[in-house]
């Protein structure tokens, strides 16, 4: 899982740019984008940016912010860094991102029957089980994405839009994807 060694890192701006999430080598890290208005969009990819290779888009995280809602994510291990993008612009103003790292101490282990309020990154040490879950706002983006333990990105299998059945792969994260409250409970 994710090492205790990470740094916390807290970056802000107005305008896109990409940020260096710092971590031992082959380790995920979890991320949290946040806008600090209501009619401002960014967006989070995946970048890599070392001495040998440049590329900035690769895996889309956050497609979209919304509010000053918390969008957490499981940035891959090959990932050095995020890039942000802000959309519809650059005409100023005050509204900003804040992007930071989650602690792993920080991340809930999924248990049996479990709810939150907004977007959430919860860690799962368990084997392929079945989950209920629900949405209760019908607005916005609603979803899961799953990672292995190392942070990479798995396939798994989910029935329904607001309220259904998941079937998580194994241990690893488990990314809710919600702008409003959400319950999952075991099978």
Excluded at 134 to 160: I, L, M, Q, Y
Aim: hydrophobic share 35%; with cysteine; proline share 8%.
């Amino acid at each position: 899982m994710v090492q205790q060694n990470t740094p916390e890192i807290k970056e802000w701006g107005w305008r896109g740019r990409l940020v260096h999430i710092p971590r031992p080598a082959g380790t995920p890290a979890i991320v949290e984008l946040r806008s600090g208005g209501f009619n401002t969009h960014f967006s989070a990819k995946g970048a890599i940016e070392t001495e040998h290779i440049s590329s900035p888009d690769a895996e889309i995280y956050v497609t979209t912010t919304w509010g000053a809602k918390p969008y957490p994510f499981v940035l891959a291990p090959q990932y050095t860094h995020v890039n942000i993008e802000r959309h519809g612009g650059d005409s100023g103003g005050f509204a900003r991102w804040h992007l930071r790292t989650i602690p792993p101490e920080d991340i809930r282990v999924l248990d049996s029957d479990m709810s939150g309020v907004t977007g959430e990154v919860l860690r799962w040490p368990g084997g392929r089980r079945e989950f209920s879950f629900s949405f209760e706002k019908e607005k916005g983006a609603t979803g899961f994405a799953c990672a292995d333990a190392k942070g990479n990105p798995v396939d798994f299998h989910r029935e329904g839009q607001l309220r259904g059945r998941m079937e998580i792969p194994g241990p690893g994260f488990i990314t809710v994807i919600s702008a409003g409250p959400w319950r999952l409970k075991r099978l």
